[in-house]
């Protein structure tokens, strides 16, 4: 099955896909790069982020605010015209996210930070606690904001969306999501009000 399809892929398919990598979603200065920690084989045998019948990531971007409307994996470019992204930790396509070795993980936070580094979003969202605190060395990072940068970029924890995630509904999930995005309008305003300010001021 071609990445572009848009068909449910068949159990040969998702076989094929362990171990593809997916283009990531991204372009510079963007205002929320997401991150999630690896794709998994839906996304591995589609070619779209988050696209497993179940994961809560669209679902909770809409319900938070982030999108006018519930995007289907395959309108993932449309986030671009929004401000957002997609990345992952790990490039590596995994039936479980497991199944990823720490070393894995920690090269994939190196080569995160080069990326964030080059492409410079406002903010870095990592979608899941655990694979946050093996990527980053940081065993008691909590979800929310962090006190590390990566240069100018904010790097805020959300947790987990899939759907094995007992521990958050959909509806907490959308919470956490609606604070990162009142922070970064915030962050956002106070910006144009400074450069508003400097502007003044050069006259």
């Known amino acids: 099955m071609?990445?572009?399809?848009?068909?449910r892929p068949s159990p040969a398919d998702l076989a094929a896909a362990q171990d593809k990598t997916i283009p990531d979603v991204i372009g510079p200065g963007l205002h929320v790069l997401f991150c999630g920690i690896n794709p998994g084989l839906w996304s591995g045998a589609t070619g779209y982020h988050f696209?497993?019948?179940g994961?809560?990531?669209?679902?909770?971007?809409?319900?938070?605010?982030?999108?006018?409307?519930?995007?289907?994996?395959?309108?993932?470019?449309?986030?671009?015209?929004?401000?957002?992204?997609?990345?992952?930790?790990?490039?590596?396509?995994?039936?479980?996210?497991?199944?990823?070795?720490?070393?894995?993980?920690?090269?994939?936070g190196?080569?995160?930070?080069?990326?964030?580094?080059?492409?410079?979003?406002?903010?870095?969202?990592?979608?899941?606690?655990?694979?946050?605190?093996?990527?980053?060395?940081?065993p008691r990072t909590t979800v929310g904001p962090q006190p590390e940068r990566i240069g100018d970029t904010a790097v805020w924890v959300l947790p987990n969306p899939s759907g094995l995630n007992a521990h958050y509904?959909?509806?907490?999930?959308?919470?956490?999501?609606?604070?990162?995005?009142?922070?970064?309008?915030?962050?956002?305003r106070s910006a144009s009000s400074s450069a508003a300010t400097f502007s003044r001021e050069l006259r």
């Not at 071609?2 to 068909?7: C, H, I, L, M, V």
């Not at 957002?84 to 894995?104: M, S, W, Y």
């Not at 492409?119 to 940081?138: D, E, K, M, N, S």
């Not at 509904?169 to 956490?176: G, H, I, N, P, V």
């Open 2 to 7: 071609g990445s572009g399809s848009s068909a």
């Open 51 to 53: 696209a497993r019948p």
């Open 55 to 108: 994961n809560r990531f669209w679902p909770a971007l809409h319900r938070s605010g982030f999108t006018p409307r519930l995007l289907r994996p395959n309108e993932q470019r449309d986030l671009l015209a929004l401000g957002l992204g997609i990345t992952n930790v790990a490039a590596r396509t995994t039936a479980k996210a497991e199944q990823l070795t720490t070393d894995e993980l920690r090269a994939g």
């Open 110 to 138: 190196r080569a995160l930070v080069d990326r964030v580094e080059q492409y410079q979003p406002r903010v870095l969202a990592v979608l899941g606690i655990g694979a946050y605190r093996t990527a980053f060395g940081r």
């Open 169 to 188: 509904t959909l509806d907490a999930l959308a919470s956490e999501f609606r604070a990162l995005r009142e922070a970064v309008e915030t962050s956002i």
